[in-house]
């Protein structure tokens, strides 16, 4: 056998396994993905996915956790398409150094968007760096659990950030966990506009 016909009977039994994957995978509802690590890109991963469903004409929003006091380049484009954002806009826990008005903030935002996660209009509904929020207790944890849990059936959650708790990790229907092989922050290099945020 030569090397086209090895090629060609490797290929075929990929495709065989992948259609048979496809076959296999008939069940139609939204999933719960949650995005966590330590490596960069959880939330660029997260506003990728809201872009595309936008891209595709579906109704998405977004919940900022965390980040917020810096112009963000996803929400200028996505809210110039009508995707809603709530943004707690206090920056970095570790800056503000103030737990109240962190839970405060926190709660405002998702006292907000819960609305969305109960709307079966909105296909798409991110909820960026919300992993914080849990593992900090400024969120109750039954409660978000539940509102994803309970979310419409055709609506998807993502959930982006650092140290996702156990049971967000055992709810979700994908976990990827995005890992730092290398780091340009650690070579000295500063974050750069349009590229980290």
């Known amino acids: 056998m030569n090397d086209t016909d090895k090629h060609k009977q490797k290929s075929q039994k990929l495709k065989e396994n992948v259609d048979a994957g496809i076959a296999k995978a008939q069940i139609e509802r939204g999933v719960f993905l ?117 979310r419409p059936e055709n609506q998807t959650v993502i959930v982006t950030g650092r140290g996702a708790i156990t049971e967000l990790r055992d709810l979700a229907d994908t976990v990827s966990v995005i890992k730092d092989e290398k780091h340009a922050y650690t070579a000295g290099i500063k974050a750069r506009q349009g590229i980290d945020w």
């Open 34 to 150: 949650v995005i966590t690590g330590n490596g960069k890109g959880k939330s660029t991963a997260g506003f990728g996915t809201v872009t595309r469903a936008v891209g595709h004409g579906q109704k998405a929003a977004v919940a900022q956790f965390i980040k917020g006091t810096w112009e963000c380049g996803e929400r200028n484009l996505l809210e110039e398409h009508g995707v809603p954002f709530s943004v707690m806009n206090t920056g970095f826990t570790w800056d503000t150094q103030d737990r109240e008005s962190d839970i405060t903030a926190a709660t405002i935002v998702w006292n907000d968007i819960k609305k969305y996660l109960s709307d079966p209009d909105y296909q798409v509904v991110l909820l960026d760096e919300l992993t914080y929020m849990l593992s900090f207790d400024y969120l109750d944890k039954q409660e978000v659990l539940d509102a994803i849990t309970n």
